[in-house]
């Protein structure tokens, strides 16, 4: 990824800027990107973010966009997300046809000079900014962003979420991690007698019998060796993980009832 280029394109290309807004949270932004699908960065909150400012007309930035979708799909799974905004004097159609030809597989925007302002005064093309997973700016590169500028200031983002992943599940709270769903009992049956369920997340269910002529004086989930009483207005919860996707059913013990649990 490491090249070294002649002073002369840097200069065509802008002077770099003295001032960079690292530490602060990036700006709104809501673009179309060359579909005309809305890029808007609050949409991408949790992802360390590259918004790399370029042109068609740019030979830096021509050159960088290899490197981009390289990294794109590398590190794509532990939460990088590039987006291009381009820089005018540019059309959606040459765009789109550039972005087809090359082979472009991340969100392109159509942006403009004000865009970039908000990250830069500099008119040096390409810019990359760095975006944290709080949406922070981290750094703004001006240039073609180098490997060891990757590793050293976009590679540690990244990482960060695999070795905090338990930390942060510490700090989510539990109502946030547990599907709950209440279920009556009456004398036509469970109301409602269907529930989906989520694989691998926990499930508390509540069983209220309202009726005291009902076969539903307990509750039985076999697939996950559930039995218990149903004592008259008494709420019982059960809870359990479901780990298997398929439809298990949940009955008032003698099977008149009947009731089913679809894990997807």
Avoid at 69 to 81: E, M, P
Avoid at 178 to 193: C, D, F, L, N, T
Wanted: aromatic letters at 8%; hydrophobic letters at 40%.
């Amino acid at each position: 990824m490491k090249r070294i280029w002649p002073v002369l394109i840097l200069i065509c290309c802008g002077a770099i800027a003295q001032a960079q807004p690292s530490g602060q949270s990036a700006p709104a932004i809501n673009h179309q990107d060359i579909y005309g699908r809305p890029v808007r960065l609050a949409d991408y909150q949790g992802k360390v973010v590259l918004l790399n400012f370029w042109a068609t007309w740019c030979p830096p930035c021509r050159t960088e966009i290899p490197d981009l979708i390289k990294l794109q799909r590398r590190y794509r799974s532990r939460g990088l997300r590039i987006i291009g905004i381009t820089y005018p004097p540019e059309t959606q159609t040459d765009v789109l046809d550039f972005a087809k030809k090359v082979g472009i597989d991340y969100t392109v925007a159509l942006g403009d000079k004000q865009t970039k302002s908000l990250f830069t005064e500099s008119e040096t093309l390409p810019v990359t900014v760095v975006i944290d997973r709080e949406g922070t700016i981290r750094a703004v590169i001006e240039g073609i962003m180098y490997s060891d500028e990757f590793d050293a200031k976009v590679k540690p983002l990244l990482v960060s979420q695999r070795g905090n992943t338990s930390a942060t599940r510490r700090r989510v709270p539990s109502r946030a991690t547990i599907q709950k769903a209440r279920i009556e009992v009456s004398g036509e049956g469970y109301r409602p007698s269907t529930l989906i369920l989520k694989r691998g997340v926990a499930a508390q269910l509540t069983f209220v019998r309202r009726v005291e002529e009902s076969c539903g004086r307990e509750i039985v989930i076999p697939a996950y060796g559930i039995n218990r009483p149903l004592p008259m207005n008494t709420p019982v919860t059960v809870t359990f993980k479901p780990r298997r996707s398929g439809r298990f059913k949940f009955t008032c013990g003698m099977d008149m009832f009947r009731g089913v649990l679809v894990v997807r």
